[in-house]
């Protein structure tokens, strides 16, 4: 049987990386096994991407091609086998964030992402997308805080504003494959808020 798909979204700072961890541990006790992985990213190819990604500044094409380069390579290495012999692949951001950045924050165009999703993995989407939307002040402060800033992170709060409605309209209109948490709550109330959602939503 194959496996399912799960992915992670939302603004940077909004907690994907906190409760990555949380949501494989809870599936793991469930008897899943846990592919744990993240875009753009997860191969080491798909690394290499990352960096330039998130260090060159470069136009929004370049950016946009890049990112589903390293996809189409993620997809090849990790995700596609390990959905096919059964793993739970839970993902920090996939095509979502790209409608949500490039599009939202970027003005790119949505019938190009469109086209590269349906080029890089055809009818393949996410079986569930944990949505943490959380105010992008507070998501903010919360990057600042943390550690260096990349190239997205140094963006306006405007451009994470725009971000975030682009992830809450994606969730609108595919309310059976989203579940929208909110993430400015405390950690412990999130987490609790996600043990229920898992439970609904995938037993
Ligand atoms: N609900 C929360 N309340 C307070 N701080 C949080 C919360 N969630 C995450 N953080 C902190 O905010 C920072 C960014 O969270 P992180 O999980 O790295 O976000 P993301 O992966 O979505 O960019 C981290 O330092 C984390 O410890
Ligand atoms: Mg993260």
Redesign the pocket.
């Known amino acids: 049987m194959a496996g399912q798909f799960i992915t992670l979204e939302?603004i940077?700072?909004?907690?994907?990386?906190?409760?990555a961890a949380f949501i494989a541990s809870r599936l793991r006790e469930r008897g899943r096994t846990v592919v744990q992985t993240r875009e753009p990213g997860g191969t080491a190819v798909g690394e290499k991407i990352r960096d330039l990604v998130l260090g060159e500044a470069m136009d929004v094409h370049a950016e946009t091609l890049l990112i589903f380069a390293a996809r189409a390579q993620h997809l090849h290495e990790v995700v596609r086998p390990a959905l096919a012999a059964g793993s739970t692949v839970l993902c920090?951001r996939f095509t979502d964030a790209t409608f949500a950045y490039q599009c939202g924050g970027r003005a790119l165009p949505e019938s190009h992402v469109e086209a590269l999703a349906r080029l890089t993995h055809g009818d393949l989407r996410p079986g569930l997308t944990l949505l943490?939307d959380t105010d992008a002040a507070t998501a903010h402060a919360?990057?600042v805080?943390?550690s260096a800033a990349d190239r997205f992170e140094r963006e306006d709060l405007g451009f994470f504003e725009r971000v975030r409605a682009r992830y809450l309209e994606q969730a609108r209109r595919e309310p059976d494959r989203f579940c929208v948490l909110d993430?400015n709550?405390?950690?412990e109330a999130?987490q609790s808020a996600l043990a229920r959602a898992l439970d609904e939503r995938i037993g």
């Open positions: 939302g940077d700072g909004a907690g994907k990386s906190t409760h920090d943490f919360r990057v805080a943390r993430g709550q405390r950690i999130v």
